[in-house]
Every structure is written in C-alpha cells, then in structure tokens.
C-alpha cells in the first residue's frame, strides 16, 4: 500500500503570500492518479487538481500542481482569505488501491 | 448538474451492521468509465478511502477494512449502496460519497457527508 506523507502539518501564512504544499509518496505513483483536494470546516473536500498538474472546473488559476515520482506539490500563488482550509492529496495504485495524506492545515499568521 | 447525497442512520450501536446509501443525480452508473466511492473522515482526522464500485460492476475496497465491507449499485435506482459489519466505535466518522471517473481516479463531486456514531 503506498503512503503519502504530507509537509508541514501546519503552515502559517498572511493573505498574498505563496503557499508551497508537499505530497511525498512512499513509492512512485503515477502522475495521472495524483489528486489535492481542499476542505474547510463543515464542508466536503472539494477537487483542486488532478493527473497532478490539470486545475479542475472552476478552480482559480492561483492554485497549480507539480511533480512526478514520489514528490508532488500544491502551489497556492497569492493567498486569498478564503484559501486557509486544509489540503490533502490522494493517490490512485497499481494495486487499484486510493489512499489519501494526512492533510495540511493552512492556517492564517 | 451530478449531486449525490448520503444517508443512513446517524446512531448504530457496537456490533451491528452499518448500511448507508448514496443516491445521486446527473449521471448514469451504466455508463463507461463512472465509479461512485466511499470515504470517511473521523472527528478532526483525516480522510480515508473506503470502498469504489465502477460502471462495469467491478468493486475496490480498502485492505484494512475488505472483510468488513461491501459496496453494491442499483443502476434504475441510481443507488450506491455500502454495508459495513460490526461496527465500533473508532469507526465514528462522517461518511462521504464521491463520483470518480475511470480516467483519473479523482473524486470530482462529493455529497455532503453523513455523520455515523458508533455507541451503546
């Protein structure tokens, strides 16, 4: 079963700041079947980014993905307020297995 | 528009069988490539995948919990339906669907969520 770790737990960022959010798998994982997903309190996960890098509907073009392997990356351009929530990645196996991170929380300093 | 919806009881007890179901609009689970998911979060956790049934019948279910799941899909009635055997109460949690495509295993849409607790 592969894991993802995710980096940092917690970031502490202000409005207008760039927010660099990691996904470290513990074993190569297809760039097609990486996903981040952004949730707020109450609410359901809603899909940000899919095969890694492609912004789905309606996501703001300040939110792009990276990476390939076993190290993939949320970027949050220029932080808005409503973008302080919590930020997972999921992985599609070869196993046909899902498996999703730990989170990170994104937290206004 | 796709919107799924999760319901179920909100109170089970330890031991009993949880049986939750997803109805959903928008879409059809006849058609290539669709697959509705399972997922559940506990208080202040983390997200967990649980179970996945595609188009073509085919099932997922997650390692750790296979034994105790199983998910079906009434096509005519545009349901998902997933049973989970003896419950506990670490299996606290609020119980997602999602609809995923075959293409990119993302889960684009998801219901609101249905809050189960396990307790006597």
């Known amino acids: 079963e592969i894991v993802l770790t995710q980096s940092p737990g917690t970031l502490s960022l202000s409005p207008g700041e760039r927010a660099t959010l990691s996904c470290r798998a513990s074993q190569s994982v297809s760039s097609s079947y990486l996903a981040w997903y952004q949730q707020k309190p109450g609410q359901a996960p809603r899909l940000l980014i899919y095969?890694?890098?492609s912004r789905a509907t309606g996501i703001p073009d300040r939110f792009s993905g990276s990476g390939s392997g076993t190290d993939f990356t949320l970027t949050i351009s220029r932080l808005e307020p409503e973008d302080f929530a919590v930020y997972y990645c999921?992985?599609?196996?070869?196993?046909?297995?899902?498996?999703f991170g730990q989170g990170t929380k994104l937290e206004i300093k | 528009q796709i919107t799924l919806k999760e319901s179920g009881p909100t109170l089970v007890k330890p031991t009993q069988t949880l049986t939750l179901t997803c109805t959903f609009s928008?879409?059809?689970?006849?058609?290539?490539?669709?697959?509705v998911g399972w997922i559940r979060q506990p208080p202040g956790k983390a997200l967990e995948w649980l179970a996945l049934?595609?188009?073509?019948?085919?099932?997922r279910y997650s390692p750790s919990l296979k034994s105790r799941l199983t998910i079906t899909k009434d096509t005519s009635k545009n349901q998902v339906v997933l049973t989970m055997t003896n419950m506990d109460p670490v299996d606290t949690a609020t119980y997602y669907c999602?609809?995923?495509?075959?293409?990119?295993?993302?889960?684009?849409?998801w219901g609101q969520g249905t809050m189960v607790t396990v307790s006597s």
């Open positions: 049934i595609y188009w073509d019948d085919d099932k």
């Open positions: 095969g890694a890098s």
């Open positions: 999602a609809h995923s495509y075959y293409y990119d295993h993302a889960f684009d849409i």
């Open positions: 928008g879409f059809s689970l006849s058609t290539s490539g669709v697959g």
């Open positions: 999921q992985q599609y196996g070869s196993s046909h297995m899902y498996t």
